[in-house]
């Protein structure tokens, strides 16, 4: 059998990848891939679904160069914006792609990418069975006949519709093969196409249904309307020229044989390394080019299961001399407190490493623990020893509650690879061998399926525990050779050094500390709470005059837009009313009702995130709630947490504070210590701005927020009211998160251009800070990134379109990064500082709590001064900026 022959526009599906698919995707470097990505997911859906070998297959590319269009019309395609930079930096990777996929890329100077196609069509139409051409462009449907067909593009880009003589004459009321007259008379503007002015498809199509073609339509000119006639006979020379350009070209020199387009499958070799190279994770897994199969857990060479104490010694004296090793532990559990330590992977070598089972259910030898941790201990504690690992903090955590405090580790894989690229989503080990190394890790999951153990490791055979743990090992010392460079080449080491693996065993020790909550009071004040929702409902009800679900946003809707008659702020993406607290925030004037329904949602919300539920994450074992904090959750560097989040808890509003009293010193006679930094943003945007009236406000101890509203209302400090106050504070952290005026206009629920004179006021009264915000923002356009003080790099490819909101994402990021990123870079600073100080002078106190620009500490009160010197010592002088950095210090019995 002939086969089919596939000619694919690539330049049309190259664009239609980087309009359809997020400009954020990029590469570790920062490169963009998202026109690159379509284009691949647009070849695999042909590769997989429909090409078979022995077909054929062409993907026609334009060239920068001039082609006879261009020639004949001077302004031929002159209307078309340029080519985006971010799909410009993307064309050197097309042709090898392509070319991976096993398809014949061609790119013909003079050249269009239509002209090949056509080319091809014509040459190749009766060598084959079919001819199937993929674009989006209408031109090409001129090509369709009883042999040609066009799939195209509906939505996206594997959205395909199949045009043949009865679809395009369905379409368009005409023949393909009087397509030509009709994109001749009616023009493109897209390309610049005249066509006749005045003349539009409709129009076109009417003529040439009754009059059959050009030649028709001017034959019978007299009988048309005195305007149309006129436009036509003005236009002569404009739909003659019009007519050449929208030709399609089908005899240009192709210089290739039906043999050099032959499709034989897709070339692995090739594939695996452009998409290693793109890091296209997913469509490595997809074509399987992985160098093992996930369903493999024989035993593999390399892979070592230590079998008796004589090979155990062997590997620890092997180990003295070599202290550079990954290591992993496997647990019994998660939590750390009661998690028994099953077995220790080591991989000193990259591709292979040694498993040490301690507390299997198994006949087989096992190490002896005490004689392993000792050994461990020793290791581990030595500051000559470099560690490596992925995810650390956990082993940390599990190995200090077994009396073992390793030293900062030399490398993180899950770190290193937040930094490369913080705002990506996923870090886990599968994650990162697949995109680094193109490697198919053993997934937990199908480890503990196929032996039917639930979550059980222990239960785990000691071959196949062995072969799945020192992967692990080993692949994370294989990561780390290939994301050190990464991020040398970033220069990203500091940052990495001296602050995130810094920080790592002082999360650890910060998350087994815990916090210790007074259950009955959280009881109390559920019950409490419980009877203020009760009371709310019956208030909500009566204002509305019915009953109803308030967590429902339908019945929400229909009482609030339909019986009560408000006006409904905005809708959501299907059609319905908005019922979110922004929405109605923004018609809580217009009726009772909104507000009470907002104040019932608050209550409900504390009472079940908080009120019921911290109770039950109470830990058995030490009788302390234990949050985990996240390292790689925020784009800027911040720390998150989890389980529970103790970063969203209302901190200021009365109700939250009724929570914070409920933390308190587990031992008596303790007490509880807050630290929190004072405005630590607005003095960074002092710093950086070099503002001289914000620096001469923190240098002397001015109120900057009465300072802001004073220039913002033209009076004078001593006169700013408490409302003037909060509207000062509001735009000066709106400034930091780069608010535009109608951000700042919904916040305070005043006038667009009143929120304009607002923000036109401030920067007058701080042009310094206007210079450095312009300033950062023109810097970030021209590199498509911004750094922290400290280095920290965060990409920012939204300057790498034209869309004008993605754009103005992309001025937010680069605002508020350098400022936010460098506060949150200090604080990591403070903590790993004042964790070191606690750890040197031997204090008892240790730190319970980590909430934005707070440190939370449980102390004896016999420390609290010197804890106090601690804490400014570790937070106030850790750097040193134009202005001081001040700490506000609470003592009490509670966290207040």
């Not at 390793?406 to 930094?419: I, S």
Request: proline share 3%; aromatic share 8%.
């Amino acid at each position: 059998m002939p086969g089919k022959l596939y000619l694919f526009d690539g330049t049309a599906i190259f664009y239609r990848g980087y309009y359809g698919i997020d400009v954020t995707l990029t590469n570790s470097k920062g490169e963009p891939t998202n026109a690159l990505f379509g284009t691949a997911r647009m070849l695999s859906k042909f590769t997989r679904e429909r090409m078979k070998n022995g077909d054929y297959a062409i993907f026609a590319f334009d060239r920068k160069e001039l082609t006879k269009r261009h020639v004949a019309y001077e302004s031929y395609k002159a209307t078309r914006e340029a080519m985006p930079d971010a799909l410009v930096a993307q064309l050197k990777d097309v042709p090898e792609l392509v070319e991976a996929f096993g398809i014949k890329f061609l790119s013909i100077a003079g050249i269009e990418a239509d002209d090949i196609v056509a080319t091809a069509a014509k040459k190749y139409r009766d060598k084959v069975d079919e001819v199937l051409v993929i674009t989006g462009d209408k031109d090409l449907l001129q090509l369709v006949d009883d042999k040609v067909h066009i799939l195209r593009f509906v939505t996206g880009l594997t959205d395909l519709d199949l045009y043949d003589r009865e679809k395009v004459l369905s379409r368009y009321e005409l023949e393909p093969e009087r397509l030509h007259a009709l994109l001749s008379l009616a023009g493109d503007s897209s390309d610049n196409i005249p066509g006749v002015p005045g003349i539009g498809i409709k129009t076109a199509q009417k003529l040439l249904k009754e009059y059959g073609d050009i030649e028709g339509i001017y034959a019978n000119i007299r009988k048309l309307s005195p305007g149309l006639r006129k436009k036509l006979i003005d236009g002569r020379s404009s739909l003659e020229l019009s007519m050449e350009l929208v030709k399609l070209l089908d005899n240009e020199d192709l210089n290739i044989e039906l043999d050099d387009i032959k499709y034989e499958g897709f070339r692995k070799n090739d594939l695996r390394k452009i998409f290693l190279k793109l890091e296209f994770s997913s469509m490595m897994n997809e074509f399987n080019l992985t160098d093992k199969a996930d369903d493999s857990f024989a035993e593999i060479d390399g892979y070592r299961l230590v079998k008796s104490e004589n090979e155990l010694e062997r590997l620890f004296e092997k180990l003295v001399s070599n202290p550079i090793f990954a290591i992993d532990l496997e647990t019994s559990s998660l939590d750390p407190h009661c998690a028994k330590i099953v077995g220790v992977s080591i991989s000193i070598d990259e591709g292979s490493g040694y498993y040490i089972p301690i507390a299997h259910e198994s006949d087989g030898w096992q190490a002896d623990r005490d004689y392993v941790l000792k050994n461990l201990k020793k290791l581990l504690e030595d500051r000559s020893t470099k560690i490596i690992g992925q995810n650390l903090k956990f082993d940390y955590s599990v190995l200090a509650v077994n009396g073992i405090h390793p030293v900062v580790p030399d490398f993180d894989t899950m770190l290193a690879a937040y930094l490369l690229s913080p705002d990506a989503k996923r870090f886990n080990l599968d994650e990162l061998a697949m995109k680094f190394l193109g490697y198919k890790t053993i997934k937990f999951e199908d480890l503990m399926k196929k032996n039917q153990l639930g979550d059980d490791f222990t239960k785990v055979p000691l071959e196949e525990a062995a072969r799945y743990s020192v992967e692990d090992a080993d692949i994370s010392l294989r990561l780390s050779s290939v994301l050190r460079k990464k991020i040398y080449e970033q220069e990203l080491e500091e940052i990495f050094r001296k602050v995130e693996l810094a920080l790592i065993p002082v999360l650890a020790d910060l998350e087994l500390n815990g916090v210790y909550f007074d259950v009955p009071s959280l009881k109390n004040l559920s019950e409490k709470y419980g009877k203020i929702l009760d009371k709310i409902l019956e208030e909500l009800f009566d204002l509305t005059g019915e009953q109803f679900n308030p967590n429902s946003p339908s019945q929400v809707g229909k009482v609030l837009f339909e019986r009560l008659g408000l006006t409904p702020s905005k809708k959501t993406k299907g059609g319905s009313y908005s019922t979110s607290a922004d929405a109605l925030e923004e018609i809580a004037d217009e009726h009772p009702a909104v507000q009470k329904l907002l104040d019932y949602r608050k209550y409900q919300k504390l009472k079940s995130t908080y009120l019921d539920s911290l109770p039950e994450l109470v830990n058995k074992v030490t009788g302390r709630i234990h949050t985990s904090y996240h390292q790689t959750g925020t784009g800027t560097g911040r720390l998150s947490s989890s389980n529970p989040n103790m970063q969203n808890l209302p901190i200021r509003d009365e109700e939250g504070k009724e929570i914070r009293k409920c933390v308190i010193p587990q031992k008596k006679g303790w007490k509880i210590v807050s630290a929190d930094y004072s405005q630590i943003e607005l003095r960074i945007l002092a710093h950086l701005s070099q503002d001289k009236q914000l620096l001469d406000a923190f240098k002397n101890d001015k109120d900057v927020h009465s300072l802001t509203a004073s220039n913002l209302y033209g009076i004078k400090e001593s006169e700013v009211s408490e409302e003037q106050r909060r509207i000062g504070k509001m735009i000066n952290f709106s400034i930091i998160y780069g608010i535009s005026s109608y951000g700042l206009a919904s916040r305070l629920r005043i006038p667009t251009n009143v929120a304009e004179e607002m923000i036109s006021n401030y920067f007058k009264a701080f042009p310094e800070v206007r210079a450095f915000i312009r300033d950062t923002i023109s810097e970030a356009k021209e590199k498509c990134f911004v750094r922290t003080m400290f280095g920290r790099k965060r990409e920012i490819p939204q300057f790498k379109t034209k869309n004008r909101n993605v754009i103005q994402e992309g001025e937010r990021i680069a605002i508020n990064t350098p400022i936010q990123g460098t506060a949150a870079d200090i604080m990591k600073m403070a903590m790993i500082k004042i964790y070191n100080l606690l750890k040197e002078k031997e204090m008892e106190s240790f730190a319970i709590l980590q909430v934005h620009d707070e440190m939370v500490y449980e102390a004896p009160e016999k420390e609290i001064e010197k804890l106090k010197e601690i804490l400014k010592e570790g937070m106030s002088e850790v750097v040193e900026l134009s202005v001081p950095l001040d700490i506000e210090i609470s003592v009490g019995d509670y966290w207040c």
